[in-house]
């Protein structure tokens, strides 16, 4: 079945460092990948997405390109904020249906 | 314009009670879905409700767990005769249409069953 394997956390980096969460998946066919944060007391909110290789998710500073090849969908960040603080989870889904697979999250923290 | 809500937050049951989550999906949303994450596991979907019907309980387990989302008033994921097993975050999700990519999350409940 499909399955997403996310990098084990907690990640914790100072403000203004690069941020690399990595993402892979296992799939079949072709599916849209995704990438949402969970900030402390609240729901997951969607981040990015890209729905076909090559195609690149971006929102916020943050940037996802998805590679078919090496089928990986890795977070990244040029300089991060102490507001950037979250769980971060990959997701697929296959299909075009409503079943989202979820990794099991990274935790970051960002200190000043 | 409130977003998904979930209640409660925790909820402690003791092993053979029935524990009752709810949730109340963003204004003019008509699906619903519910998620689990165990511990160090990702969440996982469990089922997809729209008003009155159950679209898709693939996910749910074949006993002691149910779902409705009625007419009127929030959804409600019901677990029968809890054990310790079915500890665990549970995630509430609506969207207007059936477009996974616009799924909006509530906060979760964390269920621990001593």
């Known amino acids: 079945g499909d399955s997403v394997t996310q990098m084990e956390g907690p990640v914790t980096l100072s403000e203004e460092a690069f941020l690399t969460i990595n993402c892979t998946y296992t799939?079949?066919?072709?599916?849209?990948l995704f990438w949402y944060v969970q900030y402390p007391g609240e729901g997951l909110q969607l981040l990015l997405k890209?729905?076909?290789?090559?195609d690149k998710g971006s929102n916020k500073g943050f940037e996802a390109t998805y590679r078919k090849e090496t089928t990986s969908f890795h977070l990244e960040k040029g300089s991060v904020q102490v507001s950037d603080s979250a769980v971060y989870f990959c997701?697929?889904?296959?299909?075009?249906?409503?079943?989202?697979?979820f990794g099991t999250g990274t935790r970051l923290t960002i200190i000043p | 314009n409130a977003g998904v809500m979930q209640n409660p937050r925790h909820l402690v049951r003791r092993r053979g009670q029935e524990a009752r989550l709810r949730c109340s999906p963003m204004?003019?949303?008509?699906?619903v879905y519910w998620y689990r994450q165990l511990p160090e596991e990702g969440l996982k979907f469990m089922v997809y409700?729209?008003?009155?019907?159950?679209?898709?309980e693939s996910g749910m387990p074949k006993e002691r767990f149910s779902a409705e989302f009625p007419k009127e008033g929030p959804s409600i994921l019901r677990i029968q005769q809890v054990v310790r097993g079915d500890s665990a975050a549970y995630f509430c999700a609506s969207s207007p249409e059936q477009v996974n990519e616009k799924l909006f999350f509530g906060s979760g409940t964390q269920l621990s069953v001593l």
């Open positions: 204004k003019g949303h008509s699906h």
């Open positions: 409700l729209q008003k009155e019907n159950i679209i898709d």
């Open positions: 890209a729905t076909k290789a090559d």
């Open positions: 997701a697929l889904s296959n299909f075009g249906n409503e079943k989202l697979t």
């Open positions: 799939a079949t066919g072709y599916p849209s």
